[in-house]
């Protein structure tokens, strides 16, 4: 069975930085996109950033310049560097992985990342 397990995130005040990371194990057939998404409280679940195999990366609009995604495709790892954090990135932070033969989405079990003024 497929495991996402997430480390990283916390409490951290306006203009500071975190760092993400996701681990895959598992029977990987085939890991294709990864990405980031976050839930913050009475909001749906949103795209904060993707990566596909071949390194290629999508930003959302209101993370572009702070936040920066890398996998290690050796380890099936992920990560999100988060720098110059505001309040409005607060917010519970998912990884995803597109697994398998039909790339099918897996999530991971979400990390709090909080950012006070």
């Known amino acids: 069975q497929v495991q996402l397990v997430q480390s990283g995130g916390g409490s951290v005040q306006a203009g500071g930085s975190l760092k993400l990371s996701c681990s895959v194990s598992g029977h990987i057939f085939r890991l294709c996109e990864m990405g980031w998404f976050r839930q913050a409280p009475g909001k749906e679940r949103e795209m904060v950033s993707t990566?596909?195999?071949?390194?290629?990366?999508n930003y959302a609009e209101f993370v572009k310049g702070r936040f920066a995604i890398s996998r290690d495709n050796a380890d099936n790892s992920l990560y999100l560097e988060m720098t110059d954090l505001i309040e409005d990135d607060t917010a519970v932070y998912y990884c995803a992985a597109d697994i398998g033969r039909f790339c099918s989405r897996t999530w991971g079990q979400g990390t709090q990342v909080t950012v006070s003024s």
């Open positions: 990566i596909r195999t071949n390194g290629d990366t």
